[in-house]
């Protein structure tokens, strides 16, 4: 397949015209969305390594990466100073997951809490002390009926939260807030100016529908946060009590910020989105809502850069890996993890097709977002 044939480029007007005039400069490059998606996240592990371990590094700045779930992970491994052994680090453990049938919420989340270790624990000084980036992660904290994890609440309470947002996403905050855990230093850019003070209590503003509590990562909460913007409900235990943030228990980010759609254009500089997919879905509820998609000027200065069609096409299984693969694999991990390594290798393609397009962008490949 051509290399041109396997990466998508959209983007909104601002990025477009940026572009056009003076090509795909890394200086311009100030925030990095990572998306929620689980495993889909292998399948752009060399994306994350050419993009992290060498374009951005040859324009050193302070720029903000802002994840939800496994988006926080990946990024959380970029902020460690030895990045690209980081993200394989990443790779390789979340690879070998295994779980027998059937398993409770407490062992998959003992499971990712002991990969989370592996990875962070005695780093957290030096991931939140990164000179060139600045981590922001993103999670949930439950409303009424979801102010705990039980058995009969909290299946209750998200079956709720689901027909409330089917009628409209904006009912979805009367369920769960926004969390945004963010870097101690400095407030990311989309944040309205203002609205962060410098005290260390956890603040609530609003940009959109959602009370977003706001609250600085330290040494003592960053593996909570982690753990937290992960939590699928049902699938992993909530996690409770968060160390600097408001009471309460808290799940996945993705939940209301499965993509990221956040107010990117008050930032001065570029967004660069290395995403799944070449579109926006806000919240993992609307996935099945295709009336729900991101638009308007909160995109204007975005570059989503994400696997073709046709690579996709090409993709053992025809997809990135994903969820339903441990189902699909009941019984044979070792097919499993072939298949993820496989995605694993296959996305070097998409590396390798990133830098091409950094070299000497064709900007007739771009295409609207």
Not at 44 to 66: K, M, N, Q, S, T
Not at 233 to 245: C, D, F, H, M, R
Not at 248 to 276: K, S, T
Not at 355 to 363: E, I, S
Request: glycine share 8%; proline share 8%; aromatic share 10%.
């Amino acid at each position: 397949m051509p290399p041109q044939q396997v990466l998508t480029f959209r983007a909104g007007p601002r990025a477009a015209a940026r572009i056009r005039e003076a090509g795909l400069d890394p200086q311009d490059i100030e925030i990095v969305p990572g998306a929620a998606g689980g495993p889909k996240g292998l399948g752009i592990a060399a994306l994350d390594r050419a993009i992290f371990g060498e374009w951005l590094p040859r324009a050193p700045r302070v720029r903000h990466l802002i994840g939800a779930s496994i988006g926080a992970w990946r990024f959380a491994a970029a902020c460690r100073r030895d990045t690209v052994e980081a993200l394989d680090d990443f790779a390789r453990l979340y690879i070998a997951q295994c779980y027998p049938p059937r398993p409770s919420a407490r062992f998959v989340s003992r499971c990712a809490r002991e990969m989370l270790a592996a990875l962070f624990t005695g780093r957290e000084a030096e991931v939140l002390s990164s000179p060139l980036y600045r981590l922001h992660i993103l999670a949930v904290r439950g409303r009424w009926p979801l102010t705990r994890d039980a058995s009969w609440s909290t299946p209750l309470g998200f079956g709720m939260a689901a027909m409330a947002n089917a009628l409209g996403r904006r009912h979805l905050a009367r369920f769960i807030d926004r969390t945004l855990f963010r870097d101690a230093r400095e407030a990311p850019p989309f944040l309205p100016v203002g609205d962060i003070a410098s005290t260390q209590a956890a603040q609530s503003i609003r940009f959109d529908a959602f009370h977003t509590h706001v609250v600085k990562l330290d040494a003592a909460n960053l593996g909570e946060a982690l753990m937290a913007s992960a939590s699928i409900p049902l699938v992993l235990e909530g996690v409770a009590n968060i160390p600097q943030a408001p009471p309460g228990v808290y799940w996945d980010g993705g939940i209301i910020d499965y993509h990221l759609h956040l107010p990117y254009h008050r930032a001065e500089g570029l967004v660069l989105y290395p995403h799944f997919t070449d579109r926006i879905v806000p919240g993992w509820l609307d996935k099945g809502l295709p009336w729900r998609r991101a638009h308007g000027e909160w995109l204007d200065n975005v570059l989503l850069v994400a696997p073709s069609r046709e690579y996709l096409a090409r993709l053992p299984l025809g997809k990135l890996p994903d969820r339903n693969d441990f189902k699909r694999f009941a019984g044979d991990d070792e097919g499993r993890m072939r298949y993820w390594r496989s995605a694993v290798g296959e996305s070097e393609r998409l590396a390798e097709a990133f830098m091409a397009f950094a070299r000497r962008p064709d900007v007739s490949r771009l295409s609207p977002l």
